[in-house]
């Protein structure tokens, strides 16, 4: 039986607006908010499926022991390449990603709303900044944990390269962006080194 995670999984219902069809799949899912698992596994643990309470740039699960990953809006408020480094690490080989992300006309418009707002549009400012950085290094700046960013395709396709992916394409419609790569499958001996990444102590 297939094994799906679900990065970000809120009260578990993001699969019902991916597409993806989970029949027959186990899915497990994790979000750093303790009442949203709680609900999550209150809906779906009669299916087998099961909600962990973590972040994603911490995936509490076993190396290569997912086939796939789905992650609906959750990304963008990760630091993406320690993110990514986890989903790369948790998917067996040639196991796919799938990611709904932030462009930056969303997180402008986020801007204009927190306006006049000091606070509130110091933080959308920031967001933004973050994305030029990671538009033009695939990396991100973070504040703490904090390291919000919105994505362009020359972001991410250079971060899930770094991360080891492969077979990266992109769409999208309207405000929604949205990202598909695989890990490298290849013959055991053969599959390259993804590039490490240094983790802050912040962490």
């Not at 994790?30 to 009442?35: A, F, H, L």
């Not at 309207?174 to 993804?194: D, H, K, N």
Request: hydrophobic share 40%.
């Amino acid at each position: 039986m297939e094994k799906i995670l679900d990065l970000g999984c809120g009260t578990g219902d993001s699969w019902r607006g991916s597409g993806l069809q989970l029949d027959g799949r186990c899915v497990v899912g994790i979000d750093i908010r303790p009442e949203r698992v709680r609900a999550a596994n209150g809906k779906y643990n009669s299916r087998g499926w099961h909600y962990l309470c973590a972040r994603g740039e911490e995936i509490p699960l076993a190396d290569r022991s997912i086939d796939g990953v789905f992650c609906e809006v959750a990304l963008p408020y990760m630091h993406i390449p320690h993110a990514l480094a986890e989903i790369y690490r948790v998917l067996v080989p040639g196991g796919w990603l799938r990611a709904t992300l932030h462009v930056p006309e969303f997180t402008y418009r986020e801007l204009l709303k927190a306006l006049p707002k000091p606070k509130a549009s110091s933080f959308r400012v920031f967001v933004l900044l973050n994305g030029v950085v990671f538009h033009f290094t695939g990396n991100v700046i973070s504040l703490g944990r904090v390291a919000e960013s919105c994505q362009t395709e020359n972001g991410m396709r250079i971060a899930l390269l770094r991360a080891g992916f492969q077979d990266i394409t992109f769409r999208r419609e309207g405000l929604r962006f949205f990202s598909e790569a695989r890990r490298v499958s290849a013959p055991s001996g053969s599959e390259p080194t993804p590039e490490v990444v240094t983790r802050s102590a912040s962490r």
